[in-house]
């Protein structure tokens, strides 16, 4: 049906909560819905792109949650765009950091009416007039200083200011005049999606316009679906949902994009978006005369498995390692995942994902390297040191590592040098074989002759604590240096 004037009404308002990592904005929410769902994230920290509803004085509200850590950028920017008012958490002890900055600048750019909420205002070191300065630094004046910004102190783990939290959102909404038409065919976000063992593909979408209704077909740029179930964001199966309202839907024949729109008009009149979730396998490097490693990335959900893959490519840049690759999808870590990586000898990265009992029988550690976690960034140091490892080989095995702080000898006719150094880490047992690291780079490999403290000789010692000892050094015109570092091995 048509949208007209005269079916035009109030909408409720949609919000999201943004701001940097632990200032609080899960627990604001976690108060306000008086539940523990904010909980259930791994290590407090949200990883989804969360949507709920909330009521106040009789009417409605939803609130988009996006998590602060930084590889979850592109999540907090598409909350930004299918907002009506954001609020931006500060902990009122901390100030302004660099993804407040960016959320910010994502507020800016977007033209959203916001809220300034300073959290953690019962804190000892809260000071809210130095935020309210670095926030004019930023041209963002506050009303308190004549400007036009609203600001509410809070303490979201007591629950003050809560109220009044809510009441200024809804003044804020009203001066927007925010409307939508329930009879028209509903339009709206897709949030989420992800590939469900049980229920197929389910996406989790924003209805902007319109009613969506079981039996509804619906279209995105890529994907189509004949609506099977509607459950709210309670995760109850209901028969129909309005704007302003996130929920769960099936029944489509491919995974939808997160951040693409839907409509229940043919898909010739939907925009193309401008980044896509899952793109084609690549090889992003082209590096020459160097190995290339090969990965395989499987999430919960796209939004998650978007923040993994922008996070793994960052750490594969930075480490300066070639790499392809070879697949990435959402849901469990089934067999021909297993499969496909012993194929390929392809690492796979797995974030709140699981092997299936099937992969799990299967799986051979010896065969295919698996990284799994529930918090990214954990996932990705796991990443980091085993590709350090791998690619670094005289990192491998190291034992003991000793900083040279006194040279007693130059090199004699055997090549034997006699050092003092400062253990550490490791133990020392004579003997062992060496690398010489001046300035984070290997100069030169020796062997352990002996260890002295005191002028007392042990063929073994801990650390931490001030040894002298005893290098044959491998290489003619190698000498060690006060500040280079020994690394025994095996």
């Known amino acids: 049906m048509a949208k007209t004037k005269n079916n035009l009404t109030l909408r409720p308002p949609v919000v999201v909560v943004m701001g940097h990592v632990d200032h609080g904005k899960t627990s604001l929410l976690d108060y306000i819905r008086k539940s523990r769902i904010a909980a259930r994230e791994a290590g407090g ?18 609130f988009l949650d996006t998590p602060g850590h930084e590889a979850f950028a592109a999540i907090r920017q598409r909350g930004a765009k299918v907002a009506d008012v954001a609020l931006l958490v500060i902990a009122a002890d901390e100030g302004l950091k660099p993804q407040t900055l960016e959320a ?12 300034i909420v300073l959290n953690k205002i019962d804190r000892p070191g809260a000071n809210p007039d130095k935020i309210k300065q670095a926030l004019a630094d930023q041209e963002v004046y506050v009303e308190e200083w004549g400007g036009t910004v609203p600001c509410v102190p809070t303490c979201a783990i007591l629950g003050e200011g809560i109220d009044a939290l809510l009441e200024m959102i809804l003044l804020v909404a009203d001066m927007e005049e925010l409307t939508a038409d329930p009879l028209a065919p509903s339009t709206g976000i897709i949030l989420e999606s992800t590939i469900d063992m049980r229920r ?55 995974q939808p994009l997160v951040g693409d729109t839907f409509t229940e008009v043919t898909p010739e009149s939907l925009p193309v978006p401008a980044s896509r979730v899952m793109p084609d396998t690549k090889n992003v490097s082209e590096e020459k005369n160097q190995t290339t490693y090969n990965f395989l990335f499987k999430a919960d959900m796209s939004g998650s498995l978007e923040a993994l893959c922008l996070m793994c490519e960052q750490l594969l840049v930075d480490l300066k390692i070639p790499y392809v690759i070879v697949g990435q999808s959402t849901g469990d870590i089934v067999l021909g995942d297993i499969k496909s990586a012993e194929n390929t000898n392809a690492i796979i990265v797995a974030f709140n994902s699981k092997l299936t009992a099937e992969a799990k029988g299967y799986y ?48 004699d006719k055997k090549n034997h040098q006699i050092v003092g150094g400062q253990l550490t880490e490791g133990t020392l047992r004579v003997p062992m074989k060496c690398n010489v690291v001046r300035n984070e780079e290997k100069i030169g490999t020796g062997k352990l002759l002996s260890i002295k403290k005191n002028k007392q000789e042990f063929d073994t010692c801990e650390a931490p604590g001030e040894f002298g000892v005893q290098i044959e050094l491998r290489e003619d015109g190698l000498l060690i240096q006060k500040g280079d570092i020994i690394e025994f091995k095996k």
Do not use: M
Not at 372 to 398: D, F, Q, R, S, V
């Open 364 to 411: 051979k550690p010896e065969k295919t390297v698996l990284f799994e976690g529930n918090i990214i960034y954990h996932l990705i140091e796991a990443l980091k040191e085993h590709l350090e490892k791998i690619t670094n080989p005289h990192l491998e095995n190291i034992l003991a590592r000793l900083t040279v702080i006194a040279v007693f000898s130059q090199k």
């Open 200 to 254: 197929g593909i389910e996406a989790t979408i924003l209805v902007l316009n319109g009613t969506l209704n079981i039996n509804d077909t619906i279209y995105t740029t890529n994907a189509k679906a004949k609506v099977k179930y509607v459950e709210n964001f309670l995760r109850k199966r209901v028969a129909s949902v309005t704007f302003s309202s996130p929920c769960v839907v099936t029944g489509w024949d491919t």
């Open 45 to 62: 920290i949200t990883q989804h792109l969360g949507a709920y509803e909330v009521e106040q004085q009789g009417r409605r509200i939803t």
């Open 104 to 115: 910010l600048s994502y507020i800016k750019s977007e033209k959203l009416p916001f809220i």
